[in-house]
């Protein structure tokens, strides 16, 4: 019913910039709440920014300053921009979304498939 698509990750040098886009698609009634998480590997998923339909965000103390997160309500498209990418900063980026399916209010949990983020010192 409703799938969520990531793109824009990829590999970068140091000090680069990326911006990741998660497109919602199918039949929703509305997004109440889109979120980045992220996994390195032989790490635990932390989240690393979330925005709200009142436009209330969430940034990770980690990425705070360099990162950026904003939605695009028109297109149900959310972003995030990456500055000063260090390696820290690699890996799996997973696109999280809390959706109404119907004007009743019912939610539900959806997430992308994520994209690889690399980041070379």
């Given at each position: 019913?409703?799938?969520?698509?990531?793109?824009?990750?990829?590999?970068?040098?140091?000090?680069?910039?990326?911006r990741?886009?998660?497109?919602?698609?199918?039949?929703?009634?509305?997004?109440?709440?889109?979120?980045?998480?992220?996994?390195?590997?032989?790490?635990?998923?932390?989240?690393?920014a979330?925005?709200?339909?009142?436009?209330?965000?969430?940034?990770?103390?980690?990425?705070?300053?360099?990162?950026?997160?904003?939605?695009?309500?028109?297109?149900?498209?959310?972003?995030?921009?990456?500055?000063?990418?260090?390696?820290?900063?690699?890996?799996?980026?997973?696109?999280?979304?809390?959706?109404?399916?119907?004007?009743?209010?019912?939610?539900t949990?959806?997430?992308?498939?994520?994209?690889?983020?690399?980041?070379?010192?």
């Open positions: 019913q409703v799938q969520l698509v990531e793109s824009g990750g990829g590999l970068v040098q140091a000090g680069g910039s990326l990741l886009s998660c497109a919602a698609s199918g039949r929703f009634f509305s997004i109440n709440t889109m979120a980045w998480y992220r996994q390195a590997p032989r790490k635990q998923r932390e989240l690393v979330s925005i709200s339909t009142d436009y209330n965000t969430n940034i990770a103390d980690s990425v705070k300053g360099r990162f950026t997160i904003s939605i695009d309500n028109a297109k149900s498209t959310m972003y995030l921009q990456m500055n000063r990418l260090g390696p820290e900063d690699t890996a799996v980026y997973s696109c999280f979304a809390n959706i109404h399916t119907t004007e009743l209010g019912l939610t949990n959806y997430w992308g498939q994520g994209t690889q983020v690399t980041v070379s010192s």
